[in-house]
């Protein structure tokens, strides 16, 4: 360190006060990266490796990029997950007195993005902070792009589970995490498998009550926790406060967009954990991760980039209270009712930006005078909208007019001070509009003065010197100077002083135009300083209304996600649920809202009927490829619907609150994990047995196809048996290929078998897509294997193998061309009969089933696999 030249030795010192990230050194006109920064910069970004002295034998490792571009740089390292730390030149280089000084302005993470492009504006871009202790975790998710905060107090058993499925809901990019946090070893897992979020681990120190308390009260300027509603919940307290010191040190200023902080309570929201808005395609198919056949592209008619949060975050967040429920329900039928209405709602929002962005940015002090122009222009809208929504009828429309704000003296302000079209510079002028300002009118009337006595000297120069081509010019390096071509150099006045020589001409200056330069960049340096003055003092009076336009820009979004609910009704011809405390689930011509936008031929819709009572479990026994999963998915997603405030595709629907929606759908294996399909089948599985409850919805799918038949089958019917029996008695779609297990409608109580009706002329099956109450005869899997191309000489040999299966016997081996005639042996045959057969008979003959339990069920089957040889 002792040999590093000067500008080295600045370099580590700052960089030894942020380790771990990587190091944006302004050079001029370009941010520089050196040592391992730059070596990592150079592999992540592509960037040529280059060296410069440093004062020490070798030279430094080093890569840089040009400042005016580096967004997009910054951008790639941050969705790798790197920390990039912003160092700015705090002075200018010409005036500084030996080193220039620096310091950092801003780390950027990826849960601290303020860059709108660098953000999607469809999505929220949270960070979070988790307070994990003994008995309680405390978890709060910030989005400093547009200051919510939002926190929430997590207690009981399982604790682990609870925290992964508020990360879930609000899928953050960033987790700051005491180290308690990695005690909790399923929640790191989880982080790391099956979120796409960097992990900070912080000191226990940040996370000190006292000290969190303390910058909580003085954040939000309250005097006590109470004024919060936060004095019993110090884990919040805890997550906050660790939060906000992360924040200050990355962000370094602005914080005052984050003004105040909502709570909520697992109570308020139905569970959706990560495999049910996975297998439901809430937000995005499973394949191909667009949002093209998901359900939030049939309802996303929203015009704003706020709706466009909202309605994700209401799709992944529906409601539990019959009464929030109902009073979004009733503004989305007053709005179904009138199209003119509608109409004036969309044609406004579509000339509204981002307020909650813009706000952050301004706020920030990072915004520049487009920028400020865009939010007057979105201002603009909103006496038109708030007009529009007058004499509202619905509670939720009435609490929206009352919410929006015109803000007209702010977009007036901007108007009047900002030109239409301002430069993207904040410092170079050109940004406030003429009268706004008399001083500045005055330093430009110089200016243009100035300019005015430039042409005239030309005129006199080339009427006095007789030059035709004499003219009068300017640059930056060399300022006003006079220009004469090498052939008219011999008739220059002896009074022009040479300045430079080019190849065709030379340039020359006089005293008179020294003194006028002076004149005229005088007045453009202090014109350009004003108008920065200027451009900041508006830009502060409008942070200082932080508070109004968060509170619009909540109302915005409500009102655009509602009337984007109301279109999607109309158009789709749903109709308006009705929700009850009774727990009855009852659907009348029920239609998959994706499959059947994405269908060119009519829906086949069907009914649906589950209840506590004689309908709690609905096995549902069918070919594959007739449309048992849809029939599933379908009524999940109409709960969800219901639920959210929306109509459903129906012609009536009653809909009990569900408190949880699970699914255990499909099959894949989890290599990486080392979890077989069957393993994570059956994790999912016991999860869905811990955490449902009697008001739980579950969408159950070929439970047990991951084993051997008789342990699929067992396991299912134990499953089944749990499910609707009294430990639990949840409502369930259950799908299976074990026809065995419809025998239950007779044993369980609330049990009833429903199957898809197939059409089956000669080899040829048609799916009807219609469910009707019954099992299933046949589960047609030839028939399917033929549909989805399999060569028929394979078909046909599977129709010989069945036959002979079914009729009890061997299955023979077919003969193979060319065998020789001469000792031509038997065919092979395959014995279906194992060892010990005539004891397993008697057993079975002698056993009643319908007595046994699951456990002495499955007890039994072992014994009966051992008798038959298996090991």
């Not at 580096?70 to 080193?99: F, W």
Request: aromatic residues 6%; proline residues 3%.
């Amino acid at each position: 360190m002792a040999n590093l030249s000067p500008m080295m030795q600045q370099y580590f010192e700052i960089k030894k006060q942020y380790p771990g990230t990587l190091l944006f050194f302004r050079l001029g006109d370009f941010y520089e990266m050196f040592f391992d920064d730059a070596k990592t910069a150079s592999r992540e970004l592509e960037l040529t490796l280059t060296g410069r002295d440093c004062g020490q034998e070798e030279r430094a490792p080093m890569c840089g990029v040009p400042f005016h571009s580096a967004e997009t740089y910054i951008a790639r390292l941050v969705q790798k997950g790197y920390k990039v730390a912003i160092c700015e030149q705090m002075e200018d280089p010409a005036l500084a007195k030996g080193i220039v000084k620096r310091d950092i302005v801003r780390v950027i993470t990826p849960g601290t993005v303020l860059e709108s492009s660098m953000l999607d504006e469809t999505k929220n871009n949270f960070i979070c902070a988790l307070d994990v202790r003994e008995l309680v975790v405390g978890c709060c998710f910030a989005d400093i792009s547009t200051g919510e905060l939002y926190g929430v107090q997590l207690e009981g058993e399982g604790l682990a589970g609870q925290a992964a499925n508020e990360l879930g809901r609000f899928s953050p990019k960033e987790i700051l995490v005491n180290p308690d946090a990695l005690d909790m070893k399923e929640l790191p897992a989880f982080i790391k498998e099956r979120l796409s979020a960097s992990l900070e681990l912080l000191e226990e120190e940040n996370f000190e009550e006292a000290r969190c308390t303390a910058l909580v009260l003085e954040q939000f300027h309250k005097n006590s926790l109470g004024e919060l509603r936060l004095e019993d919940k110090g884990s919040i307290v805890c997550a906050v406060g660790a939060l906000l010191q992360y924040l200050k040190q990355t962000q370094r200023t602005g914080l005052e967009r984050l003004n105040g902080i909502e709570l909520y309570s697992g109570a308020q929201f139905m569970r959706l954990d990560l495999n049910a808005r996975r297998n439901l395609e809430l937000l995005e198919t499973m394949r191909s991760k667009e949002k093209r056949g998901s359900l939030l592209w049939v309802l996303d008619q929203t015009k704003t980039a706020m709706g466009k949060r909202l309605i994700r975050s209401w799709i992944e967040q529906p409601l539990l209270s019959p009464a929030q429920i109902s009073k979004r329900l009733n503004a989305v039928e007053e709005l179904t009712r009138d199209l003119v209405l509608r109409d004036a709602i969309s044609e406004q929002l579509m000339g509204v930006h981002d307020l909650e962005r813009l706000m952050s940015r301004i706020v920030y002090g990072s915004a520049n005078g487009r920028e400020l122009r865009s939010l007057a222009s979105a201002l603009s809208r909103l006496p038109a909208l708030k007009l529009a929504v007058q004499g509202s009828k619905s509670a939720y429309l009435s609490m929206i007019h009352e919410n929006l704000d015109s803000l007209e003296e702010i977009c007036e302000l901007i108007e009047r001070a900002i030109v239409e079209e301002p430069p993207f510079s904040v410092r170079e002028g050109g940004m406030i509009q003429h009268g706004y300002s008399a001083e500045l009118d005055l330093l430009k009337g110089d200016m243009s003065d100035g300019r005015g006595i430039v042409a005239q000297i030309e005129a006199r120069e080339r009427e006095k010197t007789g030059i035709p081509k004499l003219k009068v010019g300017y640059n930056r390096v060399f300022g006003y100077y006079i220009e004469v071509t090498n052939s008219y150099k011999e008739m220059v006045p002896q009074d022009y002083i040479r300045k430079q020589t080019l190849t065709n001409c030379e340039r020359f200056i006089t005293q008179e135009l020294k003194e006028l330069e002076g004149r005229i960049l005088g007045a453009h340096d202090k014109s350009v300083q004003l108008e920065y003055t200027l451009f900041d003092e508006v830009r502060k009076t409008v942070a200082a209304q932080l508070a109004r336009v968060q509170k619009t820009a909540a109302a915005v979004a409500q009102l655009d996600v509602l009337n984007a609910f109301a279109q999607v009704s109309v158009n789709q011809n749903y109709t308006r649920p009705i929700v009850n405390l009774e727990g009855k689930i009852l659907i009348k011509d029920g239609r998959h809202p994706v499959v059947e936008k994405l269908l060119e031929s009519p829906f086949v819709p069907n009914d649906v009927t589950l209840d506590r009572g004689e309908n709690r479990v609905a096995i549902i026994t069918g070919p594959n490829m007739a449309g048992k999963s849809t029939y599933m998915r379908q009524t999940a997603l109409i709960v969800i619907m219901a639920q959210i405030g929306c109509f459903v595709p129906a012609s009536y629907a009653e809909i009990g609150i569900t408190d949880s929606v699970f699914t255990r759908v499909g099959a894949s294996d989890d290599l990486a994990g080392g979890q077989s399909t069957f393993m994570v089948e059956m994790s999912e599985v016991a999860d869905i047995i811990k955490n449902a409850t009697s008001d739980s919805l579950l969408i159950l799918d070929e439970i047990g196809r991951g084993t051997s038949t008789f342990d699929g089958m067992s396991i299912a019917r134990a499953v089944l048996e749990y499910v609707a029996g009294k430990q639990l008695g949840a409502k369930a779609l259950f799908a299976t290929h074990y026809h065995e297990l419809t025998v239950l409608e007779d044993l369980v109580d609330g049990v009833k078998n429903y199957n898809i009706v197939v059409k089956k002329r000669g080899d040829d099956i048609t799916f009807l897509r219609k469910i009707v109450r019954g099992s299933a005869d046949d589960s047609f899997g030839i028939e399917v294997a033929k549909l989805a191309g399999i060569p028929d000489r394979v078909v046909s040999r599977a129709k010989q193998i069945l036959s002979e299966l079914e009729n009890g016997q061997a299955v023979t081996m077919p003969k193979s061309r060319g065998r020789k005639k001469t000792g031509e042996q038997e065919p092979m045959q395959i014995s279906l009969t194992p060892p010990g057969e005539k004891e397993a008979l008697e057993r079975l003959r002698t056993m009643d089933v319908n007595t046994l339990t699951p456990i002495e069920c499955m007890n039994t089957l072992f014994e009966l696999c051992k008798l038959a040889g298996q090991p």
